[in-house]
């Protein structure tokens, strides 16, 4: 994860874009990375893990609204949730590949450098699982539609437009939805 988050801090220092052509241009591309928590008893199975994603943001020049397409993959190591006879599960890792389309509102006028936001979408999410039970190898993937949801952060610092959000990702899966919260933090250019 040290990775992630040095490539992501070293992106943030080396993009440079002036606010005004960020306010004035139609499309804006967004790099980011951070944590991803699962909740209840998914702890139980996995730790938690990171997210990197990519966005294209489409921008309306007359509304505070913009329309984000985002990609995301997110990786979260398994546990071992034996019960003490030797090989009896040992949950491995679970990734996720999404993606989403969602549409952006800003809160403040364009020329505020610190503007909050809400976001909320539609997605297709990949998502991949690897276990070991009885000593077996077992794989499952499957994909499945879901609704996603944020609420941000946007700080212009110098000629950089940087971001921090708190997301909820719900997967509409057979049977239960499955719940991911990522925190993310990236700059657009």
Do not use: C
Not at 95 to 123: I, K, W
Not at 145 to 174: C, K
Request: aromatic share 8%; charged share 15%.
């Amino acid at each position: 994860m040290r990775p992630l988050l040095a490539a992501v801090t070293i992106t943030s220092l080396i993009v440079v874009a002036p606010l005004e052509a960020q306010t004035t241009r139609l499309f804006n591309f967004g790099v980011g990375g951070g944590v991803s928590f699962l909740t209840g008893e998914d702890r139980d199975f996995w730790n938690d893990g990171f997210n990197i994603q990519g966005s294209v943001i489409a921008n309306i020049s007359t509304l505070p609204i913009a329309v984000r397409l985002d990609v995301t993959y997110q990786g979260l190591a398994g546990k071992d949730a034996s019960t003490g006879v030797a090989d009896t599960l040992f949950i491995g890792d679970l990734s996720v590949l999404s993606g989403t389309l969602n549409a952006v509102y800003h809160f403040g006028s364009a020329e505020r450098s610190t503007r909050p936001y809400l976001l909320g979408g539609l997605g297709i999410y990949r998502t991949e699982l690897d276990a070991v039970l009885y000593g077996q190898d077992v794989s499952d993937s499957t994909t499945d539609f879901g609704i996603t949801g944020a609420v941000g952060l946007s700080v212009s610092i110098a000629s950089v437009s940087a971001f921090i959000e708190a997301r909820a990702h719900n997967i509409l899966s057979e049977g239960e939805s499955a719940q991911i919260y990522p925190v993310t933090v990236g700059v657009v250019f």
